[in-house]
């Protein structure tokens, strides 16, 4: 059975620094693509980043320069390490991949920026 657990979130100044981690178990994360995706109070789920079985990375313009998505394969991970860190960035943090037509995704990290 798939499973992917984030972890990492947290409260954090507006500038700051945070990095999530996506561990996945029962399937090889690096076979697939993996998403980050966010959901912030009152609004829809938005794709944050994603990273492909190649390793090719993708972002949405709202994180760009900001925030990096990587993999570690021997720990069957994906990260997303978060700069300059901004209020309009408080969400739920979530990851997400694809495994033949199912798709899993982990139970959510919250990341709070304020002062």
């Known amino acids: 059975q798939v499973q992917l657990v984030e972890s990492g979130g947290g409260l954090v100044q507006p500038g700051g620094s945070l990095r999530l981690s996506c561990a996945a178990s029962g399937t090889i994360i690096s076979r697939y693509a993996t998403g980050w995706y966010r959901q912030p109070p009152g609004k829809q789920r938005q794709l944050v980043a994603a990273i492909t079985s190649d390793g090719s990375t993708n972002y949405a313009d709202f994180v760009k320069g900001r925030f990096t998505i990587s993999r570690d394969n021997a720990k069957n991970t994906v990260y997303l390490q978060m700069n300059s860190l901004k209020s309009e960035d408080t969400a739920v943090y979530s990851c997400?991949?694809?495994?033949?037509?199912?798709?899993?995704w982990g139970q959510g990290t919250q990341v709070t920026v304020s002062s």
């Open positions: 997400s991949t694809a495994v033949a037509t199912l798709r899993y």
